[in-house]
């Protein structure tokens, strides 16, 4: 073990928290290893609780399937206005009130899914395993919250921590088409939830992974019962079964000692089983699942990555399966699970059937001569409508074409480096064999030698000869996991003898940093192309809000509405008004005269045409408000929030992996050189856009002040209301007019 390591670890602990982990180290309940990584854990989860609950907003970087393709997204967590929105080059797409949010399930790798009530599941992806932690942990504070009905104010408005009600060492039952084996973990039960601490990964393996796995109780669809035996004790969810073990320990030798601890453990969850039940209801005012798909578009496209590498590699899903079943188009049901990940908890499927053997099926006999093409995934014509439509009188056979020339455009690229290395049907993967479906897909499409990868990560630029931006965020989504790198480190033999995606993770768990590399090229290939996408639109709010200021004939429109209002209401028996909301502008055009087609916007128009006909027009002088807003300074601000954090990763991944020692190859030197010119390239960009962002934000906040409105109102809102008003007012001037 590394002193160094372990000294500065502990050192970030209290003594009461050291104490208690010497106890079980002398108790014999973990090893000193294991001592470690909960010590780790300790030090994680107080940083979470001083850093994300001292703010009351947050911005992450995520990944949304949709439409065949990863879209990346900003995922704020606001306090504040206790509403999670997902937000699009700056453009608020949804947003959720933390009240609809019912539970967030822990999924494979990087992915999570948040649930909400009336509403289909949200699948996302982090950009990192720590985002991911400090996700979900905000998500549990939010779900205990709702669950609960309490709030603390001395937080920012965040919820309040929530204690640990009961906690203790527990070994989790993970079974591979391979092994099954007891892998110890610290649990912890909070109201609501149950978090799971690896401490060791089994077998030989010294790294265990300080991300927790959640396992909600909010969903209401959580049991708990009693197995064979009085150590032994399940927890079903909706799609798996956990299998724990009370450990035999010092204190914990006698039998009636561990049917003790069996029966509170199963106890205390099944109480909050229950508790759960009754606050998981929908809540009042919230749509049924029914509701219609218009209203979560955005949100709800189900993942499918046998289709998504598919689609990108040209290669049908069904004729490069991994596994297989040999009945056609076979089609999962809706809320299928998605893999479990090695990296976390493998929990024993309710209906488990036995592990086939890895094998890649042969799609058809052909010769090996013949020249496979890529397939044109057309919608073909239902047999029925033929005969009535142009393509029963049509005969394709009539028509001469190039096959030829076909055939060079569209033919499928042979591996040639791996075509002596073709795998029998059933030689033997020792990755996860689901994992390894979906690997292989995308491998199809890789043209790079597994010898060849680590120094594709010195190149930067895709130009120069680097990796794809599709090349790498696929790799980066099938990082190994820290069980993967045990395995393949303990590997032996030689790399040839292995399947074409055991040679690929192998490679992959010798380059050092991986992730942080993939991490650094991808951002740096996407943080000039977002500031350029942002800078045009921070300058048009900037515009905006100038207009808005020094706009005189608006404020004088303004002055005619509110003289009319006042007139109307007077008569009508209610009181004057000092000053609108320009929300209500948009009411304009609903209140209607003795003539249907008559409107209050109407009988604006003709007191201005009448007194001051040179204030109709006014919009001339806000042309930035000709088009419905699009992006919001909400949204733009959190983008320019997540950009300066990606560019302090890229900083401190320089810092990483840069060259320990003198002798670094020219691959390294040059490759650093390069990282060096491009972040100080990029600081300055940033800083820049960063200045305009604050500008764009002081000038909103006087306009706001200008007007009366909430300072929590956002620019997409009130330039909406304007916007809108502006193109009602020329549709009223013209039908006055004629």
Not at 23 to 37: Q, T
Request: hydrophobic letters at 35%; one cysteine or more.
């Amino acid at each position: 073990m590394d002193n160094t390591r372990t000294q500065d670890t502990f050192s970030q602990l209290n003594q009461e928290k050291i104490l208690k982990i010497m106890n079980m180290v002398k108790n014999k309940e973990v090893s000193i290893e294991g001592a470690l990584h909960l010590a780790q854990k300790e030090v994680y989860a107080e940083k979470d609780s001083q850093d994300l609950l001292t703010g009351s907003q947050f911005n992450f970087s995520i990944y949304k399937y949709k439409h065949y393709r990863w879209q990346k997204r900003i995922l704020q967590i606001d306090f504040n206005t206790k509403t999670i929105f997902n937000i699009e080059k700056g453009t608020i797409k949804k947003q959720f009130p933390f009240s609809q949010v019912k539970a967030c399930d822990d999924t494979e790798r990087r992915r999570f899914s948040i649930v909400f009530h009336g509403r289909q599941d949200y699948e996302l992806e982090a950009v990192s395993l720590d985002d991911k932690r400090k996700i979900t942990y905000l998500l549990s504070r939010v779900i205990w919250s709702n669950s609960y009905k309490r709030r603390a104010e001395s937080c920012s408005g965040a919820p309040a921590e929530c204690d640990v009600i009961h906690e203790g060492l527990l070994d989790l039952r993970q079974k591979t088409s391979a092994s099954t084996e007891w892998v110890k973990y610290l649990v912890q039960l909070r109201e609501g939830e149950l978090t799971l601490y690896c401490i060791s990964l089994g077998g030989k393996n010294k790294t265990a992974d300080p991300v927790p796995n959640t396992i909600n109780l909010s969903g209401g669809n959580v049991s708990v019962s009693k197995e064979n035996g009085c150590s032994t004790f399940s927890v079903q969810t909706k799609e798996h079964n956990y299998l724990f073990r009370i450990p035999f320990t010092v204190q914990n030798t006698r039998t009636e000692n561990v049917s003790k601890l069996q029966n509170e453990w199963v106890s205390l969850i099944e109480r909050y089983c229950q508790l759960s039940k009754g606050a998981s209801l929908p809540q009042e005012g919230s749509q049924e699942c029914t509701s219609s798909e218009a209203d979560y578009e955005d949100f709800t496209v189900p993942f499918n990555e046998e289709k998504e590498e598919a689609f990108h590699s040209g290669v049908s899903s069904t004729t490069t399966g991994l596994n297989k079943p040999s009945s056609p188009q076979t089609k999962p049901e809706e809320g299928e699970a998605a893999p479990a990940s090695p990296s976390l908890p493998l929990p024993i499927s309710k209906a488990e059937a036995p592990p086939a053997p890895p094998a890649f099926p042969q799609p058809c006999s052909l010769s090996p001569s013949t020249k496979r093409t890529k397939a044109f995934h057309w919608d073909v014509v239902p047999w029925d409508k033929i005969q009535k439509s142009v393509w029963g009188s049509c005969d394709p056979c009539k028509k001469k074409i190039d096959v030829s020339r076909l055939c060079d455009q569209f033919q499928i690229q042979d591996m040639a480096v791996f075509s002596v290395n073709e795998p029998s049907v059933n030689q033997h993967i020792m990755l996860d064999r689901k994992v390894a479906h979906n690997f292989n897909i995308f491998l199809k499409s890789f043209h790079i030698k597994p010898s060849e990868l680590k120094e594709k990560l010195y190149i930067i630029h895709e130009e120069s000869g680097g990796l794809t931006d599709e090349q790498i965020t696929a790799l980066r989504r099938y990082m190994p996991t820290a069980k993967d790198t045990e395995r393949y480190q303990s590997f032996k033999g030689s790399p040839s003898e292995l399947h074409v995606v055991d040679q690929f993770m192998l490679e992959m768990c010798k380059i050092p940093h991986l992730g942080q590399r993939l991490d650094l090229l991808l951002t740096l290939r996407e943080l000039p192309a977002s500031m350029r996408d942002l800078e045009p639109l921070i300058n048009q709010k900037i515009q905006a809000s100038k207009q808005l200021q020094s706009s005189q004939k608006f404020v004088a429109v303004l002055e005619y509405i509110l003289a009319i209002g006042n007139h109307l209401n007077e008569k009508a028996g209610k009181e004057k008004a000092k000053g609108f909301r320009l929300s209500s502008l948009t009411k304009l055009p609903l209140l209607r005269g003795k003539e249907r087609t008559f409107t209050l916007l109407h009988a604006l128009v003709e007191q201005i045409s009448l007194h001051e006909p040179d204030l109709a027009t006014f919009s001339q002088e806000l042309t930035e408000f000709e088009a419905a807003p699009d992006a919001s300074m909400k949204g733009l601000s959190a983008e320019v929030d997540v950009l300066k954090k990606e560019l302090e990763n890229v900083i401190q991944c320089r810092r990483l992996i840069k060259p320990k020692t003198i002798k670094a190859t020219p691959q390294e030197s040059q490759f650093c050189k390069e990282l060096k010119d491009l972040i100080q390239k990029y600081e300055g960009e940033l800083s820049q856009l960063s200045k305009r962002c604050d500008e764009m934000k002081k000038l909103y906040s006087n306009i706001l002040v200008k007007f009366g409105e909430p300072q929590d109102l956002d620019s997409q809102e009130l330039f909406g209301w304007i916007s809108s008003f502006i193109s009602e007012f020329r549709k009223a001037c013209a039908e006055v007019m004629t």
